[in-house]
Nanobody, 116 residues
Framework: QVQLVESGGGLVQPGGSLRLSCAASRFIPSNYFMSWYRQAPGKERELVAETARVGLITNYADSVKGRFTISRDNGKNMVYLQMNSLQPEDTAVYYC?????????WGQGTRVTVSS
């Protein structure tokens, strides 16, 4: 019902920046949370950031506060994650997600590697 496709991952040096994008296959109502999760090797998937009401509501994991910014463009069915001051601990596969009704939809993930 909803397809999500992430892009923008890659290799970046510590202290660098990346901007992840997530394209949804359909309009997502503004009151629905759009979220970014990540899963590092050997770790559980964790919520990184989420937003609703076109940015009026935002939540961030403590580990990324002040460094990551989630934003949304409902007109383009897009959600973004601007990641600054990246550190090796941020290395993970990042997933876009939306809870639609009783189901949570996931993108395929985009890999972010922070290494010198």
């Amino acid at each position: 019902q909803v397809q999500l496709v992430e892009s923008g991952g890659g290799l970046v040096q510590p202290g660098g920046s990346l901007r992840l994008s997530c394209a949804a296959s359909r309009f997502i109502p503004s009151n629905y949370f759009m979220s970014w999760y990540r899963q590092a090797p050997g770790k559980e998937r964790e919520l990184v950031a989420e937003t609703a009401r076109v940015g009026l509501i935002t939540n961030y994991a403590d580990s990324v506060k002040g460094r990551f910014t989630i934003s949304r463009d409902n007109g383009k069915n897009m959600v973004y994650l601007q990641m600054n001051s990246l550190q090796p601990e941020d290395t993970a596969v990042y997933y876009c997600s939306v809870l639609w009704g009783s189901l949570r939809y996931w993108g395929q993930g985009t890999r972010v590697t922070v290494s010198s």
